[in-house]
Structures are given as structure tokens and as C-alpha cells.
């Protein structure tokens, strides 16, 4: 069994991929190639936003978006403490202060509360000016935007959704990559919409800042190519990541999606008073990034993955740190009682095998070992 099975998924979709690569590989527009402004027009379309701009991947996409907004040294950031290190980097890549905020449990997305909290304290503080929200579609599921939208609108903050996993999810009748002012999102390999490499990208409805990340994702680019009008970066989707994403496309829209979330609802079921299931919010559809459990603790994490492993069924523990916590952010003193459920997730979590081309017997095999794991202990 794969945890995420990439080559079942390319035996499914060979021919179109094979064939839509063989077009770049014929007409040798590797970089900035007609496939590129089509993916562009394809995914602005899905999420609804006027502009969709692709870029080298999730972590330069979420750095630009920063970049655009003018955020750096003396600006608040704030970012949930349970997420991918990349959502936090770029904050501190612009010389910003990334401000962690806790998450909720059930949903593992940021905890709107705390973050209100958070904001306020820097308010009260007065070294940092607070400038923008990097909100989080961890899993796959859309982070709370209504509860988030009033606090950005309150405190007259940025939105920044960093949509990597989130992809392909949706809330209240709008898609992943539509609730930020500006959203990202990651084509790497293991996420819902993967490419065979690197690649990502922005969406916005704003046309100021969609021209500005087109300047700043190619050395600032003023007019022309050798008219630079700031300092940039050179992060461009290859035309061919771009061919294979418009192969697998419609197969993620049409089908994929459906499946994970088919998946999603036999091993709820099927763990229900085995294990704590994740938690779709009423009204959230979730893309499935990952579909992960909560053990009693640490031991019983540790013991399950052993027996899964046994049996040849792999799990991955995303994530054993919070952000905080990481040595890259040492410099900063935090407080360890701040991130009480971050610290209990790290100890507690564990993603099993999801995506599209599971099979349900396979589904059946893991949540059948997951009960003899409990009866055996
Ligand atoms: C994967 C990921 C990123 C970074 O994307 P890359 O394309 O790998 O740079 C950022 N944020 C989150 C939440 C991610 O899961």
C-alpha cells in the first residue's frame, strides 16, 4: 500500500500526460510556453478569481505575495503554530515577524479566538505594527475565513490564504484560493493538485497587484524583460509542469476529488471509537491533503505506527514540531503555554494512506489493523 500512490495515478492518466508533455517537448517553449497562460486561465476560472499567477512553488508564491503587499522589518504576521515551516519562512524571509497563533483541535486549522488575542496583545505591546493574516487550508480544509474576515476587517489587516493544501476545497460556496486578498497555492508532487517537480501559484481579484507579481516574479520586469523597475525574484512554473497539470486537471475536478472525499467518509466511519477522526466543519468540503488521526498520546501514537508499519501500511506523523519550536526561530523567546493544543497535536497525530486511487479494500485493511491494534494492547 502507498501512502500517496503517484504511479497508479500516472497509469491512469499516461496518455494525456504523455501526450501534453510531448507538445512542449515539440515545440520547445519551455519557459513561459502557451500551457502556462492556459493552466492561468483554467485555474482562475475554477476558483472564481480574476487573476491566477503561476510561480516556481507554494513557499516563493506565499515570499511574493508578501513582497507585493510591501511587508517587512516592523510588521506582525500572524500564522497558526501548527503548519508546514514554508507558511512561517516567508513571513521571516521578508524580514516580517511571524506571530504563531494556536490552532483548534478538531479541525487543526487556526483558532480565531487566540488570534483575535494575538493581535490585540501586539497592539498593546507596540513594537510590531500588525499588517497581515497567513490563514492556513491545513489537510485540505478551508481555515474559519468568515471569523478571520471580521478580525482582518476590524484591525484593517491583509489576508493572506495559503491555500497549498487546501486546494480543490471549498466553504460557503467558494472554492480554496478565493478567500484571501491574495491566496497561494503549492503543485508539488504530494499535494491535491500535484506537477512532476516544483510549482505554484497566486490568485487575487486586485489588477495593481496582479501586475506587480508578474514584475516581481520575473527580476521585477518592468515593461520589458531588460527594463527592471525593482529588485525581484526569478520564479516561473516550467511549461511542462504546466502541461502536466492541465492533463491531470480535469480528473481532479471530476473525479479525484470525489473519490479522497468517498475515502475520507468509510475510514470516519469505520475508525469511529477507535481512534479521534478529523473534523469537517458543516458546510466545508475538504480536498484531503491528508487524513489524520488523533491517538490518546505520544506511547499509543508510537505503538499504532509500529503495528501499521508491520503490516506494511505506512503513516507519516505531519507535523512532530510546532513552528515555534523550531531551532530557525530561536532567536525569538515564545511561550510554550501559548500553543498548548499545537503541542498536544505534535504528540498525538498521525496521517494514514489517502488519495484517489485507494482502493476500498485497502481503506477496510487499515481501519481493520487499526482495531486489532486496540483489542491487542
Ligand atoms: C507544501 C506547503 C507549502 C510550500 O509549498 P512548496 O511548493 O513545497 O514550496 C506552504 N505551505 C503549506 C501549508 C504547505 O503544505
Known amino acids: 500500500?502507498?501512502?500517496?500512490?503517484?504511479?497508479?495515478?500516472?497509469?491512469?492518466?499516461?496518455?494525456?500526460?504523455?501526450?501534453?508533455?510531448?507538445?512542449?517537448?515539440?515545440?520547445?517553449?519551455?519557459?513561459?510556453?502557451?500551457?502556462?497562460?492556459?493552466?492561468?486561465?483554467?485555474?482562475?476560472?475554477?476558483?472564481?478569481?480574476?487573476?491566477?499567477?503561476?510561480?516556481?512553488?507554494?513557499?516563493?508564491?506565499?515570499?511574493?505575495?508578501?513582497?507585493?503587499?510591501?511587508?517587512?522589518?516592523?510588521?506582525?504576521?500572524?500564522?497558526?503554530?501548527?503548519?508546514f515551516f514554508a507558511s512561517a519562512e516567508a513571513i521571516a524571509m521578508v524580514g516580517a515577524t511571524p506571530v504563531f497563533v494556536d490552532v483548534r483541535k478538531e479541525t487543526f486549522n487556526i483558532d480565531v479566538d487566540q488570534l483575535g488575542r494575538a493581535i490585540?496583545?501586539?497592539?498593546?505591546?507596540?513594537?510590531?505594527?500588525?499588517?497581515?493574516?497567513?490563514?492556513?487550508?491545513?489537510?485540505g480544509q478551508p481555515a474559519e475565513y468568515d471569523g478571520i474576515r471580521e478580525l482582518t476587517n476590524q484591525y484593517g489587516l491583509l489576508l493572506l490564504e495559503d491555500g497549498a493544501q487546501g486546494f480543490g476545497g471549498a466553504a460557503g460556496g467558494r472554492r480554496c484560493c478565493s478567500f484571501g486578498d491574495i491566496s497561494t497555492t503549492s503543485f508539488f508532487p504530494a499535494k491535491p493538485l500535484g506537477c512532476y517537480g516544483d510549482g505554484g501559484a497566486l490568485f487575487t481579484d486586485c489588477d495593481e497587484w496582479n501586475e506587480l507579481l508578474?514584475?516581481?516574479?520575473?527580476?521585477?520586469?518592468?515593461d520589458s524583460k531588460y527594463k527592471n523597475v525593482r529588485i525581484g525574484m526569478n520564479s516561473r512554473l516550467d511549461t511542462i509542469q504546466a502541461a502536466v497539470l492541465l492533463a491531470k486537471f480535469r480528473h481532479f475536478a471530476e473525479a479525484e476529488l470525489k473519490s479522497v472525499n468517498l475515502i475520507a467518509d468509510l475510514y470516519t466511519a469505520g475508525l469511529a471509537?477507535?481512534?479521534?477522526?478529523?473534523?469537517?466543519?458543516?458546510?466545508?468540503?475538504?480536498s484531503w491533503a491528508q487524513y489524520t488521526v488523533r491517538l490518546k498520546d505520544a506511547q499509543e501514537r508510537e505503538g499504532l505506527q509500529k503495528y501499521l508499519k508491520k503490516q506494511n501500511i505506512p503513516s507519516m506523523i505531519y507535523y512532530p514540531e510546532p513552528v515555534h519550536s523550531q531551532k530557525a526561530f530561536a532567536v525569538v523567546r515564545y511561550d510554550d503555554r501559548d500553543f498548548a493544543s499545537t503541542i498536544e497535536l505534535c504528540h498525538t497525530v498521525l496521517s494514514l494512506p489517502m488519495h484517489p486511487y485507494l482502493e476500498e479494500w485497502e481503506v477496510e485493511e487499515v481501519i481493520a489493523k487499526i482495531r486489532e491494534y486496540n483489542e491487542q494492547k
Open 1 to 83: 500500500m502507498e501512502f500517496r500512490d503517484l504511479k497508479k495515478q500516472y497509469r491512469v492518466l499516461r496518455s494525456e500526460i504523455d501526450q501534453r508533455i510531448q507538445e512542449v517537448l515539440s515545440n520547445t517553449a519551455f519557459i513561459q510556453g502557451s500551457h502556462v497562460t492556459e493552466l492561468e486561465a483554467l485555474l482562475a476560472d475554477y476558483t472564481g478569481m480574476k487573476h491566477c499567477i503561476t510561480c516556481g512553488n507554494g513557499t516563493d508564491a506565499l515570499q511574493l505575495a508578501l513582497m507585493a503587499w510591501g511587508i517587512g522589518e516592523g510588521d506582525a504576521v500572524y500564522v497558526p503554530d501548527f503548519t
Open 120 to 139: 490585540r496583545k501586539t497592539l498593546k505591546d507596540g513594537t510590531l505594527n500588525p499588517r497581515a493574516v497567513v490563514a492556513v487550508d491545513l489537510f
Open 214 to 222: 508578474r514584475s516581481l516574479k520575473v527580476h521585477g520586469k518592468g
Open 273 to 286: 471509537g477507535l481512534v479521534r477522526t478529523p473534523v469537517v466543519k458543516q458546510g466545508y468540503y475538504s
